[in-house]
């Protein structure tokens, strides 16, 4: 099966937004930043009794809520416009045995034996070579009876 496929600077920077903050850490990041701000929020409309926030509080919270999200912002872009696989428009031959990838400056060849993971997203599907990098293929570039045979072919 041939898939045509390019993913756009927006589309990649939801996808990694998405499994950036699907981690236990950012999850357990953003509730303290909601503790923060509910501390701060109540200490100011006097709702409870609580200690005067300080400095530290704050800085937290702008680290958590302002400066995480931009440096992961800069890296995705970095990356994005730096690699040579992502921001070209790719051709992929999904077969049983193997995935072939022809961009515009490249041609990759790996067996699906030699996958680290394969994750199906709501409109992806993460075809992970190691822990960090990983073939995306955009279901809005598929068909529905496409969807269903690359589901299979994975599952295989």
């Known amino acids: ?53 300080i400095i530290y509080q704050y800085i937290t919270l702008a680290l958590i809520i ?8 800069t890296t995705i872009r970095t990356v994005y416009y730096s690699s040579n696989h992502i921001c070209q428009t790719l051709e992929m031959d999904i077969l049983p045995k193997e995935i072939k990838v022809h961009g515009e400056s490249f041609y990759m060849e790996v067996k699906w034996k030699k996958m680290f993971k394969i994750v199906e997203k709501p409109k992806w599907f993460l075809i992970y070579q190691n822990s960090l990098s990983a073939i995306i293929i955009p279901k809005k570039d598929l068909q529905a009876n496409e969807i269903s045979h690359v589901r299979k072919i994975l599952q295989e």
Request: without cysteine; hydrophobic residues 55%.
């Open 1 to 53: 099966m041939k898939i045509r496929t390019k993913v756009t600077f927006k589309e990649y920077v939801k996808l990694l937004y998405g499994l950036a903050y699907q981690r236990p850490i950012m999850k357990f990041l953003l509730g303290i930043a909601l503790l923060i701000l509910v501390w701060i929020t109540f200490y100011y409309l006097n709702v409870i009794t609580l200690p005067e926030p």
């Open 66 to 73: 302002v400066a995480q999200p931009i440096v992961i912002f």
